[in-house]
């Protein structure tokens, strides 16, 4: 009878071991997917502002070159 007993709490723990794997790899994947946001916006804003301006800041003053 003790071996049954052995048997079903060994396997509640190795179901409790399952779980926090998942959770670890879920965490790995948020953060992963967080730092792949963070980069993709990085190099968006660096290649907006390296783009020409489509209208000039001033207009362009009458009788200037």
Known sequence: M???G???RFAGDASAV???DERMILLFLLLLSVV???VFLHYTVSLLDGLPEVIP???P????P
């Open 61 to 64: 003053r009458p009788g200037s």
């Open 2 to 4: 003790q071996r049954l």
């Open 57 to 59: 800041p001033e207009p």
């Open 6 to 8: 052995d048997a079903r």
């Open 36 to 38: 792949a946001l963070a």
């Open 18 to 20: 399952v779980r926090s």
